[in-house]
């Protein structure tokens, strides 16, 4: 079965940390990954898209890499800021699926 | 540019009635997509479309039915509403599909009574 997996669910920081948020997933073989920044009672903004061939991506203070074959994405977030604190999801498009497979997020809070 | 915008915002429905919850894009994507997200759990596919005519089942279709006459509409259709479709109901929509970036609605927070 096709599963996209976040750990740790929830993550508190203080503020001007770097931090690292992870994504792993069950079958290398996929199309993209994309992560999501969803505020409470908000809908999902795309953050970054990584297609299967590229190995990472940058937007800011944002880094994205993928490793498909030991089926690990991680989100980089520097000096974090409490406008940070958000839920981050991932989303895998495996191939041959021809749908997103979601994680369950990971709630992260930046304490001023 | 409105983006994905979904109506209403929020519902409370009785169990047995039946709602339509309205998705409408504006930015001329083929790909419409109706997920639902449960408290503290990621995004489930309800369904999808591929364009205008053409849908399909994602991976909890059950209870749920939808249509796409336009390329700008796509409801999301419930008959008869049971306790375990409270949900909070996001739709997006994407210029060619998977390997381009999803655009989200702002959601529609159901709760069945």
């Known amino acids: 079965k096709q599963e996209v997996t976040q750990i740790p669910a929830a993550l508190s920081v203080p503020e001007g940390e770097n931090l690292v948020l992870n994504c792993s997933f069950t079958?290398?073989?996929?199309?993209?990954l994309q992560w999501f920044r969803q505020d409470p009672g908000k809908g999902l903004t795309s953050l970054l898209l990584i297609q299967s061939s590229q190995r990472e991506q940058t937007s800011g203070r944002l880094n994205a890499s993928l490793d498909k074959s030991s089926g690990r994405s991680t989100l980089y977030i520097a000096a974090s800021q409490p406008g940070d604190s958000a839920t981050y999801l991932c989303a895998v498009n495996f191939a041959n699926a021809g749908k997103s497979t979601f994680g369950d997020g990971t709630t992260l809070t930046v304490k001023p | 540019n409105a983006g994905v915008t979904q109506t209403p915002k929020f519902r409370i429905l009785k169990i047995g009635q039946s709602m339509t919850l309205q998705c409408a894009q504006d930015?001329?994507?083929?790909?419409m997509y109706w997920y639902r997200q449960d408290p503290g759990m990621g995004l489930k596919l309800i369904y999808y479309?591929?364009?205008?005519?053409?849908?399909d089942k994602g991976e909890v279709p059950n209870g749920y039915n939808v249509s796409r006459s336009t390329t700008e509409d796509f409801p999301l259709r419930l008959e008869l509403a049971a306790p375990s479709q409270t949900s909070v109901y996001f739709c997006a929509s994407s210029s060619t599909g998977i390997n381009q970036p999803q655009h989200f609605g702002d959601g529609t927070r159901l709760s069945i009574l």
């Open positions: 079958d290398s073989a996929i199309y993209n």
């Open positions: 930015m001329n994507h083929n790909y």
């Open positions: 479309s591929v364009g205008a005519g053409i849908t």
